[in-house]
């Protein structure tokens, strides 16, 4: 008897590829897949078989996969952007039809989706672009999902990823049609630049409390699972907390310990900091996070550093103090969460920039309603962003929602003294004292900018505006400096 036809593809089965598929095939809709490497495929269907004989068909060959699905077909990729997207739909397209649509589901490039949309849009194809956060585990249990493109294409599928995505009680499944073109892919960008800043401020936190304060591991573990039942509640934490728990299985102490300080990337984050210069958006949280993971990566450079200031009476401490653990596990509670706010209210910031120069008409709020679950960046403070955007849909910067700011305001104490302690005792903190930088300067209504604006004057005649009279001025400064000297 022929197999009947399945309701969805999906091509590239590494492990993303392959839970997302199961996960699909467990929401009860049947699922054909393939890859080009042949033994994935056998090993999904195995594992389908162990989950609970899911309704999971596997192919080796891209013509009988396209045909076992039943149409309009729907395929989504799940393959290393770039060049291997391209090859995968050329490989698909031979084999489609008109009407039939392919979902690139990687952390692709915005604007190589649209390119992409245009091109199968001349075979007769429909296209999206969905990002897809909340790694392996998120993909097999239920991820946040980020498509944008073609909404025809979207409603095709519209019922799969209601019941695939992460189910937020109160708040419903973590998947929305974010919006045209790009918007899918940049908005998962963005996203993964705001997981790099998150990242960063809590190895931050972690380094002052273990550098300065002498945090054992047993004490950051204690500090991270009781920071995790108030309003840093969020995955992040709650894997840190974890983390600190897991001894070496290769010797003694705690595996993290052993764990070679250099942090790997795989390009979101650069690009959310390319597209913060481009559109002139203020990012400097996500930019010292980057900057962090570059610096990281010049152990061997920092190891022979560390010798030349050592010698120069430069320990790694800078002061040796003593400091009350409890407040300052207190105080880098209160730091963390004040520049986290700091780290959102970029990434919103570059979002709406994108979205008015696209018109894509993104709902920031709705962004925030489908991070609260699956996703790395999820959080129990996204809910309180939704709602900031809910009583104000053209707020200028989360700083101002007055939630938020009276909660910043009651932490800024705090947030100081920690970036003081650190500073003093030669421990760098980027991204916290980064973000204090972007408050102290959002918060000012007169900055040094003037004299910048002054000297471009000087050596540029580029002209300058006055506080006191409308239009535009140019001084002859260097004239009236000359004869002020006579």
């Given at each position: 008897?022929?197999?009947?036809?399945t309701?969805?593809?999906?091509?590239?089965?590494?492990?993303m590829?392959?839970n997302?598929?199961?996960?699909?095939?467990?929401k009860?809709?049947?699922?054909?897949?393939y890859n080009?490497t042949?033994?994935k495929?056998?090993?999904t269907?195995?594992?389908?078989?162990?989950?609970?004989?899911?309704?999971?068909?596997?192919?080796?060959?891209?013509?009988?996969?396209?045909?076992?699905?039943?149409?309009?077909?729907?395929?989504?990729?799940?393959?290393?952007?770039?060049?291997?997207?391209?090859?995968?739909i050329?490989?698909l397209?031979?084999?489609?039809?008109?009407?039939?649509?392919?979902?690139?589901?990687?952390?692709e490039?915005?604007?190589?989706?649209e390119?992409?949309?245009?091109?199968?849009?001349?075979?007769?194809?429909?296209?999206?672009?969905?990002?897809?956060?909340?790694?392996?585990?998120?993909?097999?249990?239920?991820?946040?999902?980020?498509?944008?493109?073609?909404?025809?294409?979207?409603?095709?599928?519209?019922?799969i990823?209601?019941?695939?995505?992460?189910?937020?009680?109160?708040?419903?499944?973590c998947?929305?049609?974010?919006?045209?073109?790009g918007?899918?892919?940049?908005?998962?960008m963005?996203?993964?630049?705001?997981?790099y800043?998150?990242?960063?401020?809590?190895?931050?936190?972690y380094?002052?409390?273990?550098?300065?304060?002498?945090?054992?591991?047993?004490?950051?573990?204690s500090?991270?699972?009781e920071?995790?039942?108030?309003?840093?509640l969020?995955?992040?934490?709650?894997?840190?907390?974890?983390?600190?728990g897991i001894?070496?299985?290769?010797?003694d102490g705690?595996?993290?310990?052993?764990?070679?300080?250099?942090?790997g990337?795989k390009?979101t984050?650069?690009?959310?900091?390319?597209?913060?210069a481009e559109?002139?958006?203020?990012?400097?949280?996500?930019?010292?996070?980057?900057?962090?993971?570059?610096?990281?990566?010049?152990k061997?450079?920092?190891?022979?550093?560390?010798?030349?200031?050592?010698?120069?009476?430069?320990?790694?401490?800078?002061t040796?103090?003593?400091?009350?653990?409890?407040?300052?596990?207190?105080?880098?509670?209160?730091?963390?969460?004040?520049?986290k706010?700091?780290?959102?209210?970029?990434?919103?910031?570059?979002?709406?920039?994108k979205s008015?120069?696209?018109?894509?008409?993104?709902?920031?709020?709705?962004?925030?309603?489908?991070?609260?679950?699956?996703?790395?960046?999820?959080?129990?403070?996204?809910?309180?962003?939704?709602?900031?955007?809910?009583r104000?849909?053209?707020?200028a910067?989360l700083?101002?929602?007055?939630?938020?700011?009276?909660?910043?305001?009651d932490?800024?104490?705090?947030w100081r003294r920690?970036?003081?302690l650190?500073?003093?005792?030669?421990?760098?903190?980027?991204?916290?004292?980064?973000?204090?930088?972007?408050?102290?300067?959002?918060?000012?209504?007169?900055?040094?900018?003037?004299?910048?604006?002054?000297?471009r004057?000087?050596?540029g005649?580029?002209?300058y505006?006055?506080?006191?009279?409308?239009?535009?001025?140019?001084t002859?400064?260097?004239?009236?400096?000359?004869q002020s000297?006579?």
């Amino acid at each position: 008897m022929a197999q009947p036809l399945t309701r969805i593809g999906l091509a590239g089965l590494a492990v993303m590829g392959q839970n997302l598929a199961l996960n699909i095939a467990d929401k009860g809709f049947p699922i054909s897949v393939y890859n080009r490497t042949t033994s994935k495929v056998d090993e999904t269907v195995e594992r389908a078989k162990q989950e609970g004989n899911l309704p999971l068909y596997g192919f080796h060959d891209p013509e009988a996969f396209v045909n076992s699905i039943k149409k309009p077909r729907v395929i989504i990729m799940l393959v290393k952007a770039g060049a291997p997207v391209d090859q995968t739909i050329k490989t698909l397209s031979g084999f489609l039809e008109k009407g039939d649509c392919i979902i690139d589901g990687g952390n692709e490039w915005y604007e190589n989706t649209e390119r992409r949309e245009k091109e199968v849009a001349e075979l007769g194809l429909l296209y999206l672009g969905m990002g897809v956060s909340g790694g392996e585990e998120g993909a097999r249990r239920g991820p946040s999902m980020m498509p944008g493109g073609s909404f025809e294409a979207y409603k095709y599928i519209e019922d799969i990823l209601l019941k695939v995505a992460a189910q937020v009680p109160d708040s419903g499944p973590c998947v929305t049609y974010i919006g045209k073109g790009g918007s899918g892919n940049f908005v998962k960008m963005i996203h993964n630049g705001i997981e790099y800043g998150d990242m960063q401020l809590i190895a931050e936190a972690y380094d002052v409390l273990k550098s300065v304060g002498k945090l054992t591991n047993e004490e950051l573990q204690s500090a991270f699972t009781e920071w995790n039942k108030g309003e840093l509640l969020s995955f992040l934490i709650e894997i840190t907390a974890d983390i600190f728990g897991i001894k070496d299985d290769k010797g003694d102490g705690y595996l993290v310990d052993k764990v070679l300080d250099k942090t790997g990337m795989k390009g979101t984050g650069k690009w959310t900091v390319q597209q913060a210069a481009e559109l002139s958006v203020a990012a400097p949280t996500i930019e010292a996070s980057l900057d962090a993971r570059f610096l990281s990566g010049l152990k061997d450079e920092r190891v022979e550093a560390a010798k030349v200031f050592k010698a120069g009476g430069f320990g790694d401490i800078l002061t040796d103090q003593t400091v009350d653990k409890k407040q300052l596990i207190d105080d880098v509670r209160k730091a963390l969460y004040a520049a986290k706010i700091c780290s959102y209210a970029q990434g919103m910031n570059l979002i709406r920039a994108k979205s008015a120069e696209k018109g894509w008409d993104l709902a920031l709020g709705e962004l925030a309603r489908i991070w609260k679950g699956g996703c790395i960046i999820r959080a129990i403070f996204l809910d309180r962003i939704k709602q900031a955007y809910d009583r104000n849909p053209n707020l200028a910067n989360l700083l101002v929602d007055p939630d938020f700011a009276k909660e910043i305001i009651d932490r800024q104490g705090a947030w100081r003294r920690v970036v003081c302690l650190a500073v003093n005792s030669g421990i760098s903190i980027p991204g916290m004292s980064a973000s204090l930088a972007y408050f102290d300067t959002y918060r000012r209504d007169r900055l040094p900018a003037n004299l910048v604006q002054a000297q471009r004057d000087y050596f540029g005649a580029h002209t300058y505006e006055r506080v006191d009279i409308e239009g535009s001025y140019h001084t002859e400064w260097f004239k009236l400096a000359q004869q002020s000297k006579i």
